[in-house]
């Protein structure tokens, strides 16, 4: 397979941020009119906007790390989109023993970790939490991304993954799974592909894929 099919990680991401940050600064210009270059040099950039440079550049790193042990047992795509909609899904990697869909989050200084809610009366509920920030919609986000892969692998054994870059995590243990979504740090997700192990036809399962879900 060529490394075109594969995508580029980031790309949609960056495009998006390179899209935000050129209307920003026309509106900018149009305001200001002959001041408008010098109001562009002053003006921070729209927290909005930056978002989507902070993430495209997570996606990136995360792709560069999966792409390394790629090139043997593994296959990585990149942003991939999903069919009948405007999403896409950051990175599917494809080993032997299995097909992983991975989103790449990146929450800086902060630490995800699970808690259970209700009890006696309630049903036991886990959420997600990054810090003190309630993020159980990702979660939500990797099973819909998951169901996707799923419906043009078949029976492949399939796995989702909630990578976060820059988190904080502790010095022994850490990651966790919420249900059935991976949730860990970028070498510790290398680490669990590298040790797949199973009878997936990767090459196979990469061209399927690649050639059902267009580069975004």
């Not at 562009?40 to 550049?57: C, H, K, M, Q």
């Amino acid at each position: 397979m060529e490394p075109s099919d594969l995508g580029r990680a980031g790309g949609s991401a960056r495009r998006e941020y390179e899209r935000r940050r050129a209307r920003d600064e026309q509106r900018t210009r149009e305001w200001w009119g002959p001041l408008g270059g010098i109001a562009v040099r002053l003006t921070p950039e729209r927290a909005s906007t930056a978002s989507w440079y902070r993430g495209a550049l997570g996606e990136e790193r995360l792709g560069a790390m999966l792409d390394g042990p790629a090139s043997g047992r593994l296959a990585a795509l990149h942003d991939r989109g999903v069919p009948g909609s405007r999403a896409n899904i950051d990175h599917i990697v494809v080993a032997p023993g299995g097909v992983w869909v991975v989103d790449a989050k990146r929450y800086k200084n902060r630490r995800p970790h699970l808690r259970t809610e209700g009890g006696l009366i309630r049903p036991r509920v886990e959420k997600l939490y990054v810090g003190s920030r309630s993020c159980t919609r990702l979660v939500d986000g990797v099973l819909g991304q998951v169901g996707v892969v799923r419906s043009i692998v078949g029976h492949v054994p399939m796995r989702g993954a909630l990578c976060f870059l820059e988190a904080e995590w502790p010095l022994f243990g850490g990651a966790f799974a919420t249900r059935g979504v991976q949730v860990l740090w970028p070498k510790r997700l290398v680490k669990v592909l590298r040790e797949a192990e199973g009878g997936v036809d990767v090459a196979a399962v990469a061209a399927l894929l690649a050639g059902r879900l267009r580069r975004a």
